[in-house]
């Protein structure tokens, strides 16, 4: 079994900064991909930022030049600093972790993880 815990979110005004991150435990093989997504309220679940297994990254428009997506391989934690927020970033925040997991057997099997989503207010 595998957990995805996030912590981070919360109330920040217009212009501050907010870090999340997100932890995965559990029978984890390896790790592949790591991402964060978000969903505002009436609007579809989009990507936001997403680090590969290579350290490379990419970026939704909408937040290029102010998060930063980043990952401590030893903690299986995938971070995400944003700057200079905005009343659109407003979201709930969600990780999504592509792993390989010892499964029933023992046998490795190939999953995607979500954690439980965080809230982030922007507020002016």
């Known amino acids: 079994q595998v957990q995805l815990v996030e912590s981070g979110g919360g109330l920040v005004q217009a212009g501050g900064s907010l870090r999340l991150s997100c932890a995965a435990s559990?029978?984890?093989?390896?790790?592949?991909?790591m991402g964060w997504y978000r969903q505002a309220p009436g609007k579809k679940r989009e990507l936001v930022a997403a680090?590969?297994?290579?350290?490379?990254?990419n970026y939704a428009d909408s937040v290029k030049g102010r998060f930063t997506i980043s990952k401590d391989n030893a903690k299986n934690t995938v971070y995400l600093q944003m700057n200079s927020l905005k009343l659109e970033d407003t979201a709930v925040y969600y990780c999504?972790?592509?792993?390989?997991?010892?499964?029933?057997?023992?046998?490795?099997?190939?999953?995607?993880?979500w954690g439980q989503g965080t809230q982030v207010t922007v507020f002016s």
């Open positions: 680090i590969s297994s290579a350290d490379s990254t």
């Open positions: 999504s972790v592509d792993l390989v997991a010892s499964g029933i057997g023992g046998f490795p099997t190939s999953l995607t993880s």
């Open positions: 559990g029978r984890i093989l390896s790790i592949g991909s």
